[in-house]
């Protein structure tokens, strides 16, 4: 499986992005699809979560509200809709991929066996 994520860019305290993330491969073998993101001096942190067999989905307290995660089937891929941007939503964005429901929580980083590359979002005036 190989994830490619993208939608990342400059964008103004208040602002809008959505980011991409494109699966490929083996798809079919995917229990859920993650967003992760790293900010400058920090540990990477999951922020949302997609389950792909029942539609079900997850938010990190610090975006709950503002972000909503979605996905086209067709395309194999699964979208982060983030709305009322902040300067600390400033990071590289990461998607990641799990075989197995998790055994801990779905943020926790052990859980995924695949990682995209990150884009990167910049909130600033």
């Known amino acids: 499986v190989q994830l490619q994520a993208s939608g990342g860019g400059l964008v103004q305290p208040g602002g809008s992005l959505r980011l991409s993330c494109a699966a490929s491969?083996?798809?079919?073998?995917?229990?859920?699809i993650a967003w992760f993101r790293q900010a400058p001096g920090k540990e990477r942190e999951g922020i949302s979560c997609?389950?792909?067999?029942?539609?079900?989905?997850y938010y990190s307290h610090s975006v709950k509200g503002r972000v909503t995660i979605s996905r086209d089937n067709a395309k194999n891929t699964v979208f982060l809709q983030m709305n009322s941007l902040k300067p600390e939503d400033t990071g590289v964005y990461y998607c990641?991929?799990?075989?197995?429901?998790?055994?801990?929580?779905?943020?926790?980083?052990?859980?995924?066996?695949?990682w995209g590359q990150g884009t990167q979002v910049t909130v600033s005036s």
């Open positions: 491969g083996k798809t079919e073998d995917l229990f859920n």
């Open positions: 997609f389950v792909l067999s029942d539609s079900s989905t």
């Open positions: 990641a991929a799990a075989i197995e429901g998790w055994g801990t929580t779905w943020n926790d980083r052990s859980e995924y066996d695949y």
